[in-house]
């Protein structure tokens, strides 16, 4: 089973920069990564997809709220993925949780089977 651990969240005043890495184990050859993703979830809100990257790894696609500051990013053998945030802002703190998809690939969580134990990132203003 595919195993995913995500890293690099913290605190950051506004308009700083993080990268997150979601490192994943347990992929064999008899098991494809179709899609590989972040979601975040703010307290009282439901979990939203930020990025995702589709087969292949360079079609990408990325909510409004962080186009253009966010840039999500893969190694070839997908066992890393990555999620550079810069100009972050205060509306960007939430858990973030990296997931995979194995059959497709698009922005509603249900669509993921595995996940992350998620990273929290706050920013502050």
């Known amino acids: 089973q595919v195993q995913l651990v995500e890293s690099g969240g913290g605190s950051v005043q506004a308009g700083g920069s993080l990268r997150l890495s979601c490192t994943a184990s347990?992929?064999?050859?008899?098991?494809?990564?179709?899609?590989m993703g972040w979601f975040r979830q703010a307290p009282g809100k439901e979990r939203e997809g930020v990025a995702r990257i589709y087969p292949g790894g360079t079609r990408t696609y990325y909510a409004d709220s962080v186009k253009g500051r966010f840039t999500i990013s893969r190694d070839n053998a997908k066992t890393t993925l990555y999620l550079e945030m810069n100009s972050l802002k205060p509306e960007d703190t939430a858990m973030y949780y990296c997931?995979?998809?194995?059959?497709?690939?698009?922005?509603?969580?249900?669509?993921?089977?595995?996940w992350g134990q998620g990273t929290q990132v706050t920013v502050s203003s």
């Open positions: 347990g992929v064999t050859s008899s098991i494809s990564l179709y899609c």
């Open positions: 997931a995979t998809a194995t059959t497709r690939c698009g922005g509603s969580p249900e669509w993921y089977n595995y």
